[in-house]
Antibody, heavy 123, light 110 residues
Framework: QVRLVQSGAEVKKPGASVKVSCKTS????????IHWVRQVPGQGLEWMGW????????NSAQKFQGRVTLTRDTSINTLYMELNNLISDDTAIYYC????????????????WGHGTLVTVSS | QSALTQPPSVSGSPGQSVTISCTGT?????????VAWYQQAPGTGPKLLIY???NRPSGVPDRFSGSKSGNTASLTISGLQAEDEADYHC??????????FGTGTKVTVL
């Protein structure tokens, strides 16, 4: 059974950075795109970016470019999302999620989600 | 990249059908059929309902169906049930190899 286990809740001050981890188990780590999505409590979902662990290739939403870094450590099957220069509006639940792979093709949707990591930005 | 536009809320009685729209631009949906829909019950994570416009993952009831016309995708819930009360989010691949979510729609079962 594939699982994405995320790191615990964080409290950060404005201007600081946060690094959320996402450890995968139950399947080939490098074979699937991993997306990062966030959700401000009570609001909608916001796509942040993806990483392809096999190559380390990444892409991110224009809104986060220059502020978000997506990395992976293949030795421990773990992905990371680091967000810099935090502001109060970054207070949200951050999810990692695996892209759906059906009939030998990626399908442009995510089907397996981590449990989410609450990041609170407060002075 | 702005969020795709969804109605804030829709409602229906048990047994009825409701349709949720998701409107973007040609650069959002482009020539791709990579539109997905998610259901999110209160206090839980999102659940994939539809991928590639109209495909259902195994285990998703056929009451849920998707379609797309031009720059608008739609999710229809037929035979509405109390358990369908949740938030619904559309999700699309874009022409610059990124993705974007919709603004989200709350479905209320009357």
């Amino acid at each position: 059974q594939v699982r994405l286990v995320q790191s615990g809740a964080e409290v950060k001050k404005p201007g600081a950075s946060v690094k959320v981890s996402c450890k995968t188990s139950g399947d080939t780590f490098t074979a699937y795109y991993i997306h990062w999505v966030r959700q401000v409590p009570g609001q909608g979902l916001e796509w942040m970016g993806w990483i392809y662990p096999n190559s380390g290739a990444t892409n991110s939403a224009q809104k986060f470019q220059g502020r978000v870094t997506l990395t992976r450590d293949t030795s421990i099957n773990t992905l990371y999302m680091e967000l810099n220069n935090l502001i109060s509006d970054d207070t949200a639940i951050y999810y990692c999620a695996r892209e759906l792979f059906v009939e030998s093709m990626f399908r442009g949707a995510v089907d397996i989600w981590g449990h989410g990591t609450l990041v609170t930005v407060s002075s | 990249q702005s969020a795709l536009t969804q109605p804030p809320s829709v409602s229906g009685s048990p047994g009825q059908s409701v349709t949720i729209s998701c409107t973007g631009t040609s650069s959002d949906f482009g020539h791709y059929n990579r539109v997905a829909w998610y259901q999110q019950a209160p206090g839980t994570g999102p659940k994939l309902l539809i991928y590639e416009v109209s495909n259902r993952p195994s285990g998703v009831p056929d009451r849920f169906s998707g379609s797309k016309s031009g720059n608008t995708a739609s999710l229809t819930i037929s035979g509405l049930q109390a358990e369908d009360e949740a938030d619904y989010h559309c999700f699309s691949y874009t022409s610059i190899s990124t993705y974007v979510f919709g603004t989200g729609t709350k479905v209320t079962v009357l």
